[in-house]
């Protein structure tokens, strides 16, 4: 679908530019040079590449807001950048223009056990929060496989899900306010406040912004909700000989009323990679295995697991194993978040596909997977939410082979257009960026189209931040870094 783009317009920082904004941050925490840049051509997302003019690291709310206020007066674009984990390409400087990287705000100012909250920089690491909220007996719930990275500015900004997501909600339900950068460099604070009640009055703008993938402005501080951590868990393995049989049982268990925390399905390949990198003990020949984690009061948990362990017996399980300790489940849950790493040890190059269908159609969609895998003669392993319906295809490819990474961007494209015949959607927790932007017209009418973009004005008038994102344009990134790709 990207592949007739024409290339978008570089905008040139200057020197004295360049010089501005290092009287503000400090010269170190500019980078201009060419080699340097590198680290920011691109995200997790590797297929299409460009430079941004130049990278500033700001240090606090108001450098980030005196920055603003600089590519305001140039009219130059601003890219707001987390840890850049996304895997849609959502922090390509698309333009070139101005990076502003928030890692240095990587700070938990505090943590409000009382009242189960915690204030927190933009560029605090996902997982840090629950570190610093643990000795409280509070956890942060949203948990991206990422979560030791990826940054809660980039939660917000793309309203991140993970595995515990089935039970407790995506970024936006634990996010209680947040303080962002306008793109003329106002400084404003949406939602809760940190000195303020759980209430605010008016219109949820908290809840407007969030997942708006940096087209709004900068986040610079955010205002987090932490819950209890359960009391206890059962955590299970389930083995199947196909994927067929596991889908089944994730619909069973849903449909017996039972949320588990987490419910995740690994298929033969994943497992097998997985295996050879982190020697858990996973069976190399089963078609797919369930992770079904358990959770909450210690009382009437070991029934649930009971009923889970009969439905997947009832799907045919060849073997279903219970976690034995804390250090069992530590372990399985480290397999399963550090999946795509195992990845290398299969192929040179893969791209992670990000898409949902309702949880009944999850077999339709797998099958669908198998054949796609098929007729372009790659590689397609799956390591997915399935409580969620959210999958994740890995589709491997050697970018040194001619045709490969063509058919490996083909393949991805059909599985999302299955995805949305299937009465889903092109992402579950990945965004949009520039991987997906051509797949919004299938999914909404122009009218609902503009109306996004009119939301959007209200925040950056002059549509600088972040710009080429989300919304079709026809236009792609100046170096044509991914027509070179898909071309060979
Ligand atoms: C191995 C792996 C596993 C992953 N697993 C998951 C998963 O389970 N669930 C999930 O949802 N995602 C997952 N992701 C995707 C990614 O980690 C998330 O989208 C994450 O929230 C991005 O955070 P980041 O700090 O890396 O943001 P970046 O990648 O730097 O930025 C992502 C977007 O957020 C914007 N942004 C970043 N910081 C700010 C800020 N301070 N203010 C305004 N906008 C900002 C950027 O402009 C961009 O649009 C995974 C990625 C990888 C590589």
Not at 123 to 129: D, I, Y
Not at 164 to 170: N, Q, R, W
Request: glycine share 10%; net charge negative; aromatic share 6%.
């Amino acid at each position: 679908m990207q592949s007739d783009a024409a290339p978008v317009e570089q905008v040139i920082v200057t020197p004295e530019q360049v010089r501005e904004l290092a009287a503000i941050v400090g010269r170190e925490n500019v980078i201009a040079a060419r080699q340097e840049l590198l680290v920011y051509e691109c995200d997790a997302y590797t297929l299409e590449k460009n430079l941004p003019g130049v990278v500033v690291l700001p240090a606090s709310t108001e450098e980030v807001a005196d920055v603003v206020k600089v590519c305001a007066r140039h009219k130059l674009p601003i890219i707001p950048r987390g840890a850049g984990t996304s895997l849609s390409g959502a922090v390509l400087a698309v333009t070139g223009g101005v990076m502003i990287s928030v890692t240095r705000m990587s700070r938990v100012l505090n943590v409000d056990a009382r009242n189960r909250r915690a204030l927190v920089e933009a560029g605090c690491v996902n997982a840090w929060v629950t570190v610093a909220a643990k000795p409280h007996g509070l956890l942060f719930a949203p948990d991206p496989s990422s979560q030791s990275a990826c940054t809660i500015g980039g939660n917000v900004a793309t309203n991140s899900g993970g595995p515990h997501t089935l039970k407790y909600g995506v970024t936006t339900n634990h996010v209680l306010g947040y303080e962002m950068v306008l793109p003329d460099g106002e400084i404003v604070w949406l939602g809760t406040t940190p000195d303020g009640g759980e209430d605010v009055d008016g219109y949820d703008l908290r809840g407007a912004a969030i997942g708006c993938e940096g087209m709004f402005g900068v986040v610079t501080r955010i205002l987090v909700r932490l819950i209890r951590g359960p009391q206890a868990f059962r955590t299970l393995l389930g083995v199947f000989e196909s994927v067929d049989d596991a889908s089944q049982t994730v619909s069973d268990i849903i449909a017996a009323g039972i949320v588990p925390g987490a419910l995740e399905m690994m298929d033969t390949l994943i497992t097998q990679a997985i295996e050879a990198a982190y020697h858990f003990g996973f069976p190399l020949d089963a078609g797919a295995v369930l992770i079904v984690e358990l959770d909450g009061l210690n009382a009437g948990l070991d029934a649930q697991a009971e009923r889970v362990i009969a439905l997947c017996k009832k799907n045919a399980a060849r073997e279903v194993r219970l976690a034995q300790s804390e250090q069992q489940r530590a372990d399985l849950w480290k397999c399963r978040k550090r999946a795509f790493g195992a990845i290398g040890r299969l192929s040179p190059n893969f791209v992670t596909q990000d898409g949902v269908v309702p949880r009944s159609r999850l077999p339709d969609i797998m099958r669908f997977i198998r054949a796609t895998s098929e007729r372009h003669g790659l590689r397609i392993p799956n390591v997915f939410h399935a409580g969620d319906g959210n999958i994740h295809p890995l589709i491997l490819f050697d970018e040194r082979v001619p045709g490969q990474t063509r058919a490996a961007v083909a393949a991805g494209n059909e599985i999302l257009e299955k995805c949305i015949e299937l009465g889903g959607s092109v992402t579950g927790e990945h965004g949009i960026g520039v991987e997906k932007m051509d797949f919004m017209t299938q999914q909404f009418a122009p009218a609902d189209l503009e109306a996004m973009q009119t939301l959007r004005r209200v925040f950056d008038p002059e549509l600088r931040c972040n710009p080429h994102k989300m919304f079709p344009s026809g236009k792609r990134c100046g170096d044509f870094q991914m027509k070179k790709q898909i071309a060979s």
